[in-house]
């Protein structure tokens, strides 16, 4: 498999890539709290997954494409009072977007796929706009949903009472990182928690957060259903979903 991460390769790499067409994939998530028991970097491993795999799907498909490096930011509002979480301004982080997918537009590149782990209501409203504005400029680029298309599927694959509220380092990001980085789950701590759903939020979004909503220890959905074997299958799905996405979009420039 040829090399398709822009930080190993040269600039001469980088533009053979785009000219042949090749768009641009920026997996976007920040550093933020994910219960007692996951790392903070939960969504960033999360995002950075989701792109290697379907940036090397891409490729196999004819369909050329690069990854740059994961973009460790993002709005977190809902999560900011638990240490370590970061959270930026929307201006900011359509700034950073907007100056990266200008320096990729002018090497070239066909365009720039925005991939996202983190789901808060703000963050992903805020890739969508920027995405739209950037391609009213002619510089082409769009945010993958692969959650909102493939989220009965994923449901379905769970185990735990209410799975379509299994939203914060609950069963699914647990698995995730059983799969991914066992090293950094404390599965003491784990097995131990009690699942916490949380109704439906009554408040508009911006004025919503975890412990607003009762779930005081950053999580949402049940941690303790965590399993290794359950990671990689998920992120099969969650893939699929991006690379029909992204291959529609491509091929549509
Ligand atoms: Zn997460």
């Known amino acids: 498999m040829k ?6 390769m040269t600039y001469f790499d980088s533009e053979e890539y785009a000219k042949k067409g090749s768009i641009v994939m920026l997996p976007v998530s920040p550093l933020e709290a994910h219960g007692p028991h996951l ?3 939960v969504d960033i491993l999360g995002a950075e997954t989701m792109a290697e795999s379907s ?5 196999s498909q004819g369909i050329p494409a690069v990854m740059a490096p994961v973009l460790p930011i993002g709005i977190s509002n809902a999560s900011i009072m638990f240490n370590g979480t970061i959270s930026v301004k929307p201006e900011t982080l359509k700034s950073v977007i907007s100056d990266i997918a200008e320096s990729f537009k002018q090497h070239k590149f066909k365009g720039m796929a925005i ?3 983190h789901l808060e209501k703000a963050h992903f409203e ?3 706009e920027v995405s739209e504005e950037l391609t009213k400029r002619d510089i082409h680029t769009m945010t993958a949903n692969p959650i909102g298309k493939t989220g009965d599927v994923l449901f379905k694959m769970l185990s735990g009472d209410m799975p379509q509220g299994d939203l914060h380092a609950g069963e699914l990001e647990t698995s995730f990182c059983l799969w991914k980085c066992p090293e950094l789950v404390k599965t003491e701590i784990m097995k131990d928690l009690k699942p916490c759903y949380v109704e439906r939020k009554k408040e508009p ?3 919503w957060d975890f412990i607003k909503a009762g779930a005081t220890d950053c999580y949402i959905g ?3 259903l965590g399993r290794a074997e359950l990671g990689e299958p998920i992120y099969e799905v969650i893939v699929e979903a991006i690379v029909q996405e992204v291959e529609s979009w491509a091929s549509s420039l």
Request: no cysteine; proline share 8%; glycine share 0%.
């Open 39 to 41: 790392p903070l970097s």
């Open 205 to 207: 979004e911006e004025k």
């Open 222 to 224: 049940a941690p303790a």
């Open 3 to 8: 090399e398709f991460k822009l930080e190993r």
């Open 115 to 117: 991939i996202t782990q």
């Open 126 to 128: 805020t890739l969508m």
């Open 55 to 59: 940036v090397e799907k891409l490729n």
